[in-house]
T-cell receptor, first 118, second 110 residues
Framework: GAVVSQHPSWVICKSGTSVKIECRSLDFQATTMFWYRQFPKQSLMLMATSNEGSKATYEQGVEKDKFLINHASLTLSTLTVTSAHPEDSSFYIC??????????????FGPGTRLTVL | QKEVEQNSGPLSVPEGAIASLNCTYS??????FFWYRQYSGKSPELIMF????GDKEDGRFTAQLNKASQYVSLLIRDSQPSDSATYLCAVNTAGNQFYFGTGTSLTVIP
């Protein structure tokens, strides 16, 4: 299957700082990227969907001004958590699907980024 | 009511037995259904997807879909200790929304 990487794999930051997480498709062109968040013992929650060159579509309840998503190229999407607070501590996972994808089954997940805000 | 519901478990089965994981969903118009496996601290990996009523088999895994009952299940035959993980059910609804269940923790006892 296709490979998706995330960087960093884990990050610890102070409250009030901003953190950028990168999601890259290594061997295919990702026309759509998805960003998820998972709190301990809870399900993955879709935060937003981004198409290359377009603004991201955010799920209900997700603050677009706090979670900035940029999908500037076919291989890179970034999620920036602005003014992070301890309640933003979570496991952030991206996934990507290519031009020929016909459904959600063809999304490839990155390894995730664990964010801890002190 | 949650969009996708799963029994959180934990479910324990002896090695070699059949593990049965269940999932119900609320949107009757949902189109496609997925089972993911997630090891602790890792991202999910797709095991199977199913679109049509009935059974779909892939190796030791069988997905079963019953749209009338809004029910999808995953059977794992000849369970192995390496199958111990959390299994997530996911649904693509009629409105093209994508929801995960909270997952069922499976432990296969050697």
């Amino acid at each position: 299957g296709a490979v998706v990487s995330q960087h960093p794999s884990w990050v610890i930051c102070k409250s009030g700082t901003s953190v950028k997480i990168e999601c890259r498709s290594l061997d295919f062109q990702a026309t759509t990227m998805f960003w998820y968040r998972q709190f301990p013992k809870q399900s993955l929650m879709l935060m937003a969907t981004s198409n290359e060159g377009s603004k991201a579509t955010y799920e209900q309840g997700v603050e677009k001004d706090k979670f900035l998503i940029n999908h500037a190229s076919l291989t890179l999407s970034t999620l920036t958590v602005t003014s992070a607070h301890p309640e933003d501590s979570s496991f952030y996972i991206c996934s990507a699907s290519g031009r020929e994808a016909r459904g959600y089954n063809e999304q490839f997940f990155g390894p995730g980024t664990r964010l801890t805000v002190l | 009511q949650k969009e996708v519901e799963q029994n959180s478990g934990p479910l324990s089965v002896p090695e070699g037995a059949i593990a049965s994981l269940n999932c119900t969903y609320s949107d009757r118009g949902s189109q496609s259904f997925f089972w993911y496996r997630q090891y602790s601290g890792k991202s999910p990996e797709l095991i199977m997807f199913i679109y049509s009523n009935g059974d779909k088999e892939d190796g030791r895994f069988t997905a079963q879909l019953n749209k009338a009952s809004q029910y999808v299940s995953l059977l794992i035959r000849d369970s192995q200790p390496s199958d111990s993980a959390t299994y997530l059910c996911a649904v693509n609804t009629a409105g093209n929304q994508f929801y995960f269940g909270t997952g069922t923790s499976l432990t296969v006892i050697p």
